[in-house]
Every structure is written in C-alpha cells, then in structure tokens.
C-alpha cells in the first residue's frame, strides 16, 4: 500500500481550515448587505411618502410613487374614485435567522377624488414588552381628525410601548418633520432593545414629553411610566 507524505496529508487539510470562518465571514458580509439595503428602501420610501401633501398631491403622484417602488408595494386597490396604496419592508431574513425580532416599516397612502387624503407610517417591531402590540412608531396624517382637535396631538395612552403621532394640515412645517423623523435603526438592530417610543420617533417623543408636562403629569412627562427612558435623548 503506497504511504501518503504528510506533506500531501497537510496540504489537503489547510483548505477545510479556512472553509468555515470563510463561509463565515461572507455570511456576515451578506446580512450586513442585505440590512443596509432594506433600511436604504425603507428610508427612500419614507421620504417619497412624507414628501406628499394631504390634500394637494394627487393620484398620478401618488402612481409616479408606486412605480418607483414597486418591488416593495404590497397593495393597490381602487374602487368609486378612492384608492390604497400599501408598502411594507421587513427583516425578514434577520428575523429568520433569529439574529433579532420581527420589525416591520409599513407606509399607506390614501387617495379620494384624485388627492391624498391620508398618510400612515409605522415602524413596529416585536419586543414583546407590551403582550397585544409591538413597540412602535406611528404617524397619522389626515384633511382634518374630529376626534383629535389639535393639528398635532399624541392620542397614546402613557405607558404604552409605542408611540402615536395624528397630524392634520394645520401642522406646522416643524412638527411635520419631527412626526416623520423616524429613527430606522430599529429595523435592523441585531438582538434586543428598541422597546421604548422614544426610539422610534425621538423628536415627536420629546415634543409628547413637552404636552404631558403642561397637562399636569410633572417633571419630565411620564410619571413612573418608561422608567429606563434615561437614554431618550
């Protein structure tokens, strides 16, 4: 039986060494590729949406919108002049992989009569802080909200694990930019955290602390509610 040297024996044993932390490493790189890219759309839809106009923008602007991203349009309805538009992002692969939670980035925009007659964004993800909803992000853009008689109001119960932003047309410039303001790290933020409002909406976050504080809830807003609400800067 002929003998095998070992330098023959060393020789096919190095590339099995370099297999593993090389397969390795191109799975990291492609996940870091992959939550790069669906922040990147997330951020671009986000954008798009919040530059339409409730009132003003119309359907064919609304149309331009879905044709540009319409690898992450999940719905468009019509019916009697009135339509839906719906987008939605999830990390999906991250979530699969259990590198971190479900989080999910949905936009909605609704047509009437040819003009947008409302926006919703919401980023949620699921921390399982609060049992019947994940924590998140809201914003709600309206002509006009009658049980909301405010232009720019929180409508969220303290103590709730996210954060609900209604708007009508008498916002200002200001307060729209900060109800859109979205912190998108919470798509694609491996393992845990993102369990406070504040870290969905920090700017709209700050403003609600503001409303709170005049409406007699003390010194910083909350009361005992979100007790580690420190790092909400």
């Known amino acids: 039986m002929p ?3 070992n330098e023959i024996v060393h020789r096919h044993r190095y590339p099995g060494w370099f297999a593993l932390p090389l397969g390795l490493l191109l799975l ?8 790069f890219a669906i922040q990147a759309k997330a951020r671009a839809i986000l954008n798009d949406v919040s530059g339409l106009k ?9 149309e331009a919108l879905a044709r540009h991203h319409k690898g992450d349009l999940r719905e468009r309805r019509c ?4 339509c839906v538009f719906w987008f939605e992002i999830r990390n999906t692969w991250l979530n699969r992989l259990r590198l971190e939670p479900l989080a999910i980035f949905e936009a909605s925009i609704a047509v009437n009569g040819g003009k947008v007659s409302s926006i919703t964004v919401m980023l949620s993800r699921d921390t399982r802080v609060f049992p019947t909803f994940p924590s998140a992000g809201i914003t709600e853009e309206y002509l006009q909200r009658p049980e909301v008689s ?3 109001a929180f409508p969220t119960p303290v103590g709730k694990p996210y954060i609900r932003v209604a708007l009508t047309t008498g916002a200002t410039a200001v307060q ?5 303001a979205y912190s998108l790290r919470c798509l694609i933020k491996l393992g845990g955290g993102c369990d406070l409002p504040c870290d969905y909406l920090p700017l709209a976050w700050h403003d ?7 409406d007699g809830f003390g010194v910083g807003g909350f009361g005992n509610h979100y007790p580690n609400r420190q790092r909400c800067k």
């Open 208 to 214: 609600w602390q503001g409303e709170l504080e005049k």
């Open 150 to 152: 405010a232009p720019y």
């Open 3 to 5: 003998k095998v040297s």
């Open 28 to 35: 990291v790189l492609g996940l870091a590729v992959y939550a």
């Open 176 to 180: 729209r930019q900060h109800a859109y």
């Open 79 to 82: 019916d009697d002049g009135k």
């Open 54 to 62: 409730v009132g003003v923008s119309s359907t064919s602007e609304v």
